[in-house]
């Protein structure tokens, strides 16, 4: 009923097997040339273009750009709907955000020191002044996703964010506009994939340009946000949704079954590794998937996404675990083993860790405050969550004194004369 | 002789001459074709790729990817021929470059902190594994570049950095070499353009395939470094370098004229603006350059850059000049002014702040600490200085005890079912 792929780490090429099921780069290339399209049509004709792409590409029966714009009151109509569980929850959800984002501000300040003989050198941190944040609609519209993207805007003091989510055939999501609204947030444009990003790098008559746009979206978004990289900042390009889970085989299979498949009922591209060095817990987690997926309502995206995404991976023991963990550099990492503190030393690449086996990944998803918005697609080698980071920036802060100058001309006005840059040699000798 | 516009905030029109000479951002898409065959060449053929590009684009008679490749001995000659000024002098801004990013790594760091009840949420920073540093080589053959770009790398931690410069027609800078040298490089690949960054993104048999990528360089190399983001990490996309100094009127004008000279021989494409609310100072700039442009050794090429992107600027008061800076976003920004801690405040975009009519920008390029790697062509609205920030990233950290998994549980579950995310509430569920 559904295979998925067994692994040994002493298989014969065990990491080509491994790499087939790893990302693959080259989706970024496949619609690139009909996103630079979209683009362009937005960048020349503004609203019109919008007006007439999401039409024609979300089946919205719209004749101006009005009707793209959701105002506060009608998120707070949205809001008003929900049970009063809902409520608390996203409140809960949104104020944990804030204060483990407050707590990452306090590490990202401005600061300057000064050095003998009077020179001042610092850093001073500046909000981005205008944010375009992407929701996405659609089969993957999670009101968590606009929580998790704009309360770190917020706390990290920008100005302005502009929040675009598209409502395929018109539909939207009522709790996508709560959150939006918890997030106070004052007007939303219902308005998706390139067409959105095109009309916030480069603005319209009433989308507002922006500095920075965040936030993950589908193909057509990625291929956009990497094009209007350099006109404006982007958070990362964004893949599918992973998981690896290593287990001592202590943990109760049923657990680790419902992990595996929680990640892959997000997209049928997802992806879910499991590593353990106990065959017979392995052999467990397999069974339980077996048991659970029948019952799954998205049992399709599931089983697409574990029959060729998905693997079950017997190492030897920790150091190969770990070997793997860092080649693999997974978004979420669930470390379901005793002592997971021990092992975190050695794991230098991954989004985010979830240490021991009360820490189900699900809740670093919705509500434990950490953005859930992480490097996919083995980029964690290089990249970081979004946080506060992402909407700041700092500026290098230099002050020199007459006797700070005279220290450093003399020495800058020599390597200056090396580089055959006289202007910079004579610019630093004016100084003494 | 030379032209430099006047222009004054007040003119008709003014925002729109002033966007003339701003960056023009299609300059990325010109040679992207011919960028992205060469990036292909290289990722299929590797080393043998390598080496006809080599041959062909740098001018160098290559046989063998050996011969692109200076070991450490080499490095140390280079270094033994300088004097003893020019040794001091590289050292000196090594340890100051050291000492300035040893500051600021001490904000970047992980830590954790534990919420009633049971529940541990933190972030681990580490460093990146492996990092591709850029120097540009030919007429830009900056060895400052090289401490720039490296020593930050080095307090960040990164375990590999691997170094390429071009060496068009066989020339290299000894003094590059010898900055490699005390930067404790161990070898070095003497390659440059797209075919450089295609072979740190991918590998070679030579080339280690590396996680990230820094270093300003020609446009080949921006445009290269764009394509194969996402595959890797890249620091930024740099244009040409620019300056705005704003003045009260009270700096010796030789002075200020020597710091646009001096950003203007850099290229051809380097910009320098100048603002003042005083005319008669604005004018005797305007002499003073004029009387020092005989006597440059880069004379067209200043000359190009003045007349093309420079300008000098008339304004009313602070406020439209705060409006000006904040609206260019320079790369370098002097304040050429009494109290400039008083203006600091208002300033929210710009890569490197000079303060004082003693800090020439000059220091800045060489010794005085901050990495000279910097955000060009207005994108320090939402991008930072070259830092330690750059070569190192972030996991979010996430520890429940079952006392905490249980207060995160039904939050989550709300949530999930609410996404009609089935497994995701199920496995929150099994927490309790």
Redesign the interface.
């Known amino acids: 009923m559904i295979t998925v792929i067994k692994l040994s780490y002493n298989d014969i090429n065990f990491y080509d097997h491994l790499k087939k099921i790893l990302y693959n ?1 080259n989706i ?1 290339d496949i619609k690139k040339k009909y996103v630079d399209k979209i683009i362009k049509k937005v960048k020349i004709s503004g609203d019109i273009a919008l007006v007439e792409l999401t039409k024609k590409l979300d089946n919205i029966d719209v004749k101006t750009m009005e009707s793209l714009i959701i105002k506060r009151d009608i998120l707070k109509i949205a809001y008003d709907t929900l049970s009063i ?2 409520k ?3 409140k ?2 949104a104020n944990r955000i804030k204060h ?1 984002h407050e ?2 501000s306090k ?3 401005s ?1 300057k ?1 000064e050095e003998a003989p009077g ?3 610092g ?2 941190v ?1 909000p ?2 205008r944010v375009g944040v992407y929701v996405p609609g659609g089969k993957a ?4 996703s606009v929580l998790m993207n704009i309360i770190p805007a917020i706390i990290a003091g920008v100005n302005e964010i502009i929040m675009v989510v598209p409502a395929p055939n018109g539909i939207l999501n009522k ?1 996508v506009l709560a959150a939006a609204y918890i997030a106070n947030i004052n007007y939303v444009f219902t308005i998706g994939g390139a067409q959105a990003i095109a009309a916030l790098a480069y603005g319209t008559e009433s989308v507002p340009k922006v ?2 746009i965040v936030g993950p979206g589908n193909i057509f978004v990625t291929i956009a946000k ?1 094009a209007v ?5 982007i958070d990362m ?1 964004a893949g599918p949704s992973e998981i690896l889970i290593l287990s001592d085989g202590n943990t ?1 299979p ?2 680790i079954a ?2 595996i ?2 990640q ?3 997209d049928e591209k997802a992806q879910a590794i499991f590593i353990t060095w106990d065959i017979n817990h392995l052999n467990a987690v397999y069974a339980s998937i077996k048991k ?1 997926l029948l019952k ?3 049992i399709n995206i ?1 089983k697409k996404s574990l029959s060729k995404r998905g693997a079950l991976i017997k190492v030897e023991d920790e150091i190969q675990a770990i070997e793997l963990i860092n080649y693999i550099a997974p978004e979420h990492l669930e470390l379901s083993i005793n002592n ?1 503190e021990k092992l ?1 030393n050695n ?10 086996r ?14 859930h918005v ?2 996919t697609s083995r ?7 979004l ?1 506060i ?1 992402d909407f700041q ?10 006797e ?2 005279q220290y ?2 003399k ?2 006005s ?3 004369r ?11 000798e ?2 003494i």
Not at 358 to 371: I, K
Not at 393 to 402: E, H, M, T, W
């Open positions: 780069e970024f569980n809902q608390e929850s996203l809960l959800a483990y707590h990452q590490f990202h300040i600061w020191y020179i001042l050198l850093q001073k500046t981005i002044d519209s999670y009101p968590s709790m500095d920075k990497r990289f350099g006109q404006v900042g390009l109760n049923d657990w419902m992990d498949l929680s892959c009922e997000h659970f799954m309502n998205r599931i997971p975190l794991i230098n690449h991954s989004g985010s860790i979830f240490m021991g009360y820490t189900s990944e699900v809740f670093g998803d919705y509500c434990a405050g950490p953005s992480l490097p980029t964690s080698r290089f990249s970081s969550p946080s980071y920036k700092r500026s290098s802060i230099l002050q020199c004194s007459l700070g100058a450093l001309s020495n800058s020599i390597l200056a090396s580089e055959s840059l006289i202007a910079h040699a004579i610019s630093a004016y100084r």
